[in-house]
């Protein structure tokens, strides 16, 4: 499974003179905990996040500590998005793989990645994303593995069973080599978690 195919495309993306308050509201109405900040080409040069924005917009409270001068002097808040982003963002490809997302956005404490194509922001890819795609109905998962295999062989060559995820592939072709190519195959689908190949010759069962 690729980022391409579990991205949401295409991306809702911030301008860097966005006004902080307008950026605030937007990403609050679409329920999103953050968002690519591209150039007039459309290229990456920040990411806005809730945390960006709590970190400078929330001010503290005199009351909470009675040695602290109401009247000291602090910073100007922040008015454009180009004040408040963040601009060491780790991003990811179009074609890069799915798990390689999921392994950075748990690593990293990440919500949402942005997918470039070159270096232009063409999606973002979040956690939610991927649980979508790793759940998907059994059903569906079978139907799209059908629908791979096809492409290779007839459609009655292999015997497809998908329960929570695994696919159970038996069908006529014996070689290791159509196996291999066959749970290849199946494993590119959104959905699957793993592939059994039952070798209706000798009983052996490969998983992949």
């Known amino acids: 499974m690729l980022v391409r195919e579990v991205m ?3 991306p809702f ?3 860097p003179d966005d006004e902080v308050r307008w950026a605030a509201e937007v990403l609050l109405g679409r329920h999103l905990s953050a968002a690519p900040v591209v150039d007039e080409e459309g290229r990456l040069v920040g990411v806005l996040s809730d945390a960006d924005l709590l970190r ?8 909470s500590s009675l040695r602290r001068d109401p009247l000291a002097d602090e910073e100007p808040p922040a008015r454009t998005v180009a004040d408040l982003m963040t601009t060491e963002v780790v991003a990811v490809r179009a074609g890069s793989d799915a798990a390689r997302a999921a392994e950075l956005l748990v690593d990293l404490g990440h919500r949402t990645l942005p997918v470039l194509s070159g270096s232009r922001v063409v999606g973002v890819v979040g ?9 998907r109905p059994d059903d569906d998962v079978e139907r799209d593995v059908r629908t791979v295999l096809a492409d290779y062989w007839a459609p009655a060559s292999w015997a497809v069973e998908v329960v929570d995820g695994v696919v159970r592939l038996r069908g006529r072709e014996r070689t290791e080599a159509s196996h291999r190519l066959a749970a290849a195959l199946a494993r590119t689908v959104p959905g699957v978690l793993r592939v059994v190949v039952d070798d209706p010759a000798s009983q052996d069962t490969v998983v992949r």
């Not at 400078?56 to 009351?63: A, E, F, L, N, T």
């Not at 956690?127 to 759940?135: F, G, I, Q």
């Open 8 to 10: 949401s495309s295409p």
């Open 13 to 15: 993306v911030l301008a």
């Open 56 to 63: 400078h917009r929330v001010g503290p409270d005199p009351r």
């Open 127 to 135: 956690r939610r994303d991927l649980l979508l795609a790793a759940t």
